[in-house]
Nanobody, 128 residues
């Protein structure tokens, strides 16, 4: 079965950076668009970034544009999220998610209900 495993979270001071990783296994990685979401305590799960099957098309939430970068390595079945210029509002559990799509798909959903597979999450805590 498909499994996603995130890593790379931790405690960082404001202005710092981290690289989050998500390893995909158990299925055809290149059939899936991949995304990152985050969820803070008592908050809804929030879209962060998405990458197409090839990695050529990427989209971001307005709150992270210019600070976060999503990328993927299809040979390794891994998606990354580089998070820079962190602030305390970025504190959350960060989740990797997979969306099965056709090669010609153009929709880029930001609703977590549209994603088929999820990892367990990795905690990012930003101190003030």
């Amino acid at each position: 079965q498909v499994q996603l495993v995130e890593s790379g979270g931790g405690l960082v001071e404001a202005g710092g950076s981290l690289t989050l990783s998500c390893v995909f296994s158990g299925g055809p990685f290149t059939n899936y668009a991949m995304a990152w979401f985050r969820q803070a305590p008592d908050k809804d799960r929030e879209f962060v970034a998405r990458t197409s099957r090839t990695g050529m098309v990427r989209s971001y939430a307005d709150s992270v544009k210019g600070r976060f970068t999503i990328s993927r390595d299809n040979a390794k079945g891994t998606v990354f999220l580089q998070v820079n210029s962190l602030n305390p509002e970025d504190t959350a559990v960060y989740y990797c998610a997979a969306d099965l799509v056709m090669p010609t798909a153009t929709l880029t959903p930001r609703d977590p209900n549209e994603y088929e597979y999820w990892g367990q999450g990795t905690q990012v805590t930003v101190s003030s």
